[in-house]
């Protein structure tokens, strides 16, 4: 057996449950990553100009069936790069992106919103953890004159 590393990369594992709490799956990524909002409003961006491609073409010809199939595949590579892993075909195994539900969004929109505030929610506490552990390495510091850092006594 080969030498191993292992490390805490920050990834955590979400359950997929419906409104009445059954179980459609599960994936994994890493809600802390900094560079996820900008992920996150990139794919707000390219899903906002898929539905106002799909509203387009609705109104110009009725092949709009195929032209929806493209667009899982582009809105699953979207959300993949997202979460900067393969978890697309966890949310859309259990129905396309661009199905329409109850509440008159497409379920892309719902697993966007979902993913948001999971995205807030982690983000807050990890970064107070983060704020809080500097701040424990940095208390006993106190700056000096010149703004210089002085071991505090």
Same mark, same amino acid.
Not at 2 to 15: A, H, L
Not at 92 to 116: D, H, M, Q, Y
């Given at each position: 057996?080969?030498? /191993? ?9 979400? %359950?997929?449950?419906? /409104? #009445? ?7 994994? !990524?890493?809600? &802390?990553?900094?560079?996820?909002? =900008? #992920? ?7 899903? @906002? ?8 073409? +609705? +109104? ?11 667009? %899982? ?6 959300? %993949? ?6 978890? &697309?075909?966890? !949310?859309? &195994?259990?129905?396309? *992106? !661009? ?17 948001? &505030? ?12 983060? @704020? ?5 390495? /940095? ?5 000096? *004159?010149?703004? #210089?850092?002085?071991?505090? =006594?």
């Amino acid at each position: 057996m080969g030498n /191993t590393i292992q490390i805490n990369d920050g990834s955590e594992v979400f %359950d997929i449950v419906n /409104t #009445r709490g059954e179980l459609l799956g599960q994936f994994t !990524f890493i809600p &802390s990553d900094f560079d996820i909002v =900008r #992920r996150y409003e990139e794919t707000v961006q390219k899903f @906002e100009e898929m539905q106002k491609s799909i509203e387009e073409r +609705a +109104a110009q010809d009725d092949s709009g069936i195929e032209y929806l199939k493209e667009l %899982d595949a582009e809105m699953g590579k979207q959300v %993949d790069y997202l979460f900067n892993a393969s978890v &697309s075909e966890k !949310f859309f &195994s259990i129905t396309s *992106p !661009f199905t329409i539900l109850n509440s008159g969004e497409f379920f892309v929109e719902n697993v966007i919103n979902a993913i948001r &505030s999971v995205v807030e929610q982690k983000r807050d506490v990890k970064l107070k953890a983060v @704020e809080n552990h500097v701040r424990k390495y /940095t208390e006993k510091y106190k700056t000096g *004159p010149g703004g #210089r850092l002085k071991k505090a =006594r």
